[in-house]
């Protein structure tokens, strides 16, 4: 088992920065591809970004692409996902999420344990 669990959720203003955080307990994380997804009201919930285990590859959503940056630290068990020129369309419930040989996977079937979830809230 996996523990999974977010902060650095909030309400910022269009164009700011807000940096998410999820540590993770249990089972070796390295073994883990981890990835942040998001779900907005009334839509699906939507892969943002994905790291591998060892924090060489990265793989980003085109919605977010040259804004938002994942990075793991291994030592500290815990993946970061530092958002930039947030906009409106951002706004949504982020969950990290774990999986082993998910990398390179869209779809949140590939994921095996999931955070509780934290509030992004861009206004215009």
């Known amino acids: 088992q996996v523990q999974l669990v977010e902060s650095g959720g909030g309400l910022v203003q269009a164009g700011g920065s807000l940096r998410l955080s999820c540590v993770a307990s249990g089972r070796t994380f390295t073994s883990y591809t981890m990835g942040w997804f998001r779900q907005a009201p009334g839509k699906e919930r939507e892969l943002v970004t994905t790291?591998?285990?060892?924090?060489?590859?990265?793989i980003y959503a085109d919605s977010v692409k040259g804004r938002f940056t994942i990075s793991r630290d291994n030592a500290k068990n815990t993946v970061y996902l530092q958002m930039n020129s947030l906009k409106p369309e951002d706004t949504a419930v982020y969950y990290c999420a774990a999986g082993i040989g998910s990398f390179g996977r869209w779809d949140r079937n590939a994921y095996d344990y999931w955070g509780q979830g934290t509030q992004v809230t861009v206004s215009s």
């Open positions: 790291i591998n285990w060892t924090g060489s590859s990265t």
